[in-house]
């Protein structure tokens, strides 16, 4: 294969993925089986079935069981707004993960004391196995799980205090700056990094995806001081929404 030639596979895929976004297979349309791939591009079994992965794993096409491989509706994009930590009063878990006044929202929430992870415990800057409060979040939009969310907080923090459960208690459900203030821990910076990756089975069961579609994750880190108080992986379905970010310039 000359430099620069794609695979047999990409080429048939790309131009199954035309059609598809041309219109010429619209939504609900049964995909050509393999045979006719094969027959139609000149090209091997192995290669049309590897054509047919490509586009189940972008989330074009799906599997019916006993019936074919179909084209799915292709979601328009909606927006998650995000702009950093909300202000005091009222900054609900979901209005703390999208920050878009208009959007209407509900979450569920479990929590349960846990120890940190290598990972977790470098982010939230303490020795790994500190005991953290791990809270688990599934926000929905008009009743459609739209975000998951997954916090850490260091028990070293928020431990035997009125706020050491995120959504019990005088403050619960009140987001981390107002709960943080509530015991004179002042939240004064927030970063976040996006990245992308396939969905984890249990991620897309909960955002009812299919398997190989991409999330994106807002790893969101709040700080005191310079000292992290409080640590979150937020999981966006990358095929239903863009991120958005409004910063203030100062």
Known sequence: MAFGEQPAYLRVAGDLRKKIVDGLLPPHTRLPSQARIREEYGVSDTVALEARKVLMAEGLVEGRSGSGTYVRE???????????????????????????????????????QAEADADIAERLAIPAGDRVMCTRYVFREAGEPMMLSTSWEPLAVTGRTPVMLPEEGPLGGMGVVERMRAIDVIVDNVTEEVGARPGLAEELHLLGGVPGHVVLVVQRTYFASGRPVETADVVIPADRYRVAYHLPVK
């Open 74 to 112: 292709r979601p328009v994009p909606r927006r998650v707004a995000r702009s950093g930590y909300r202000p005091a009063g009222g900054a609900t878990p979901f209005r703390q993960e999208q920050a878009d006044t208009s959007v209407r929202g509900t979450w569920e929430s479990r929590s349960e």
